[in-house]
């Protein structure tokens, strides 16, 4: 799942072990930044191998970053550093032991259960701002009870995510990563991992799809009756095809008569921009995108809209076929 071409962001680190296997991996460390929410001096006092750890992250070109609160890291100014991150991590997340042993009823529904859920809570709404629509945030996560009970993908969909994937996680596959209790007079050990599973999260395209929706529903109030045309340009390609923004205008009466290739070329000067935090005034690769144009929907234009179909796909679709039935 992760690679050296990606940027990582790792939060509520331990010992930093996980991230230094991952530098290892990678052979360098500088598409990585590294966090925890203790202090470094915290974290070599609870830590025997954090010091090392640590120091060796940072010759491997890591960015290391201490007192980071899920809650915030997205106001915070060393994480944020203009970067959109392609992976965001968070192992194991919980809130410490403050609240009694993991099995006690008490400590699962009355206390412990929401304080560890507030924190995965914190860290979706936090990451989401760190990502873009193809980013991925994951979290990993005891998976039998009373684990089960945190919800962690009901969690994430609340704050705006869907569960992309969820595989199984063996400690195994991270050679020299300890996982650590981390807080309490044991935070030093390592607790059984036992059934676990790595949560990975994207986030839900509902979003623009409802800017999308309302931009389509208001332009149409305004554009000409029958040669008026709505134009939308949108990257093409995995995962900004999930928006369906063909099927949206159609939901709104509305008919796609051409979709044609979109260039920066043709447009000199234009500097496409992100638009919102937190590189809001840089452009984004473009890659594959198109440029929809619409006109409301009329008989005429299902005709057109049949031939532009027939011809970009070779056949008609069902809905055309039906189109066919009602001019017949
Ligand atoms: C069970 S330990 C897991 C540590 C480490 N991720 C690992 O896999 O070994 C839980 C971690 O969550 C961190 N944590 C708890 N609340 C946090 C918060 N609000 N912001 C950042 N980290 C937090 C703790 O500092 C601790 O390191």
């Not at 640590?54 to 010759?59: G, K, Y």
């Not at 996680?169 to 599973?197: A, E, H, W």
């Not at 409802?210 to 149409?220: D, G, P």
Request: with cysteine; net charge positive; hydrophobic share 30%.
């Amino acid at each position: 799942h992760y690679n050296n071409k990606q940027k990582i962001l790792l939060v509520g680190e331990g010992d930093f072990s996980f991230s230094l296997c991952l530098a290892k991996a990678f052979g360098s460390a500088t598409n990585i930044t590294a966090t925890s929410l203790d202090t470094r001096e915290e974290l070599e006092q609870k830590y025997k191998d954090a010091k090392n750890n640590v120091e060796e992250l940072e010759r491997r070109g890591c960015t290391v970053i201490h007192g980071v609160n899920v809650h915030s890291m997205d106001k915070d100014h060393r994480v944020v550093r203009s970067i959109v991150y392609d992976r965001i991590i968070f192992n194991f997340p919980h809130a410490g032991f403050h609240f009694g042993r993991e099995t006690d009823s008490y400590t699962i529904f009355l206390c412990g259960r929401r304080q560890h859920q507030e924190v995965v809570k914190g860290f979706f709404l936090s990451a989401k701002e760190l990502v873009d629509a193809s980013g991925e945030i994951h979290v990993t996560h005891k998976i039998a009870h009373p684990f089960t009970s945190w919800n962690i993908k009901t969690l994430g969909e609340e704050k705006g995510l869907n569960c992309v994937r969820e595989k199984e996680f063996y400690t195994f596959q991270y050679p020299g990563y300890s996982n650590k209790r981390g807080s309490g007079i044991d935070c030093d050990s390592s607790f059984p991992v036992g059934l676990s599973s790595t949560f990975m999260f994207k986030k839900k395209p509902w979003l623009h799809q409802e800017l999308v929706r309302e931009f389509l529903k208001s332009s149409k109030k305004m554009v000409k009756d029958k040669d008026g045309e709505i134009h939308i340009t949108h990257k093409t390609a995995h995962p900004f095809s999930e928006w369906k923004i063909v099927t949206l205008a159609e939901e709104n009466g509305l008919c796609l008569t051409q979709e044609v290739e979109f260039s920066k070329w043709y447009f000199p000067g234009y500097s496409n921009k992100k638009g919102s935090r937190p590189r809001c005034n840089s452009s984004f690769p473009v890659g594959k995108s198109s440029t929809f144009i619409f006109k409301k929907r009329h008989r005429e234009h299902d005709k057109l809209h049949q031939c532009y179909y027939r011809k970009r796909k070779g056949k008609p679709s069902h809905d055309e076929e039906k189109n066919d039935e009602l001019d017949a």
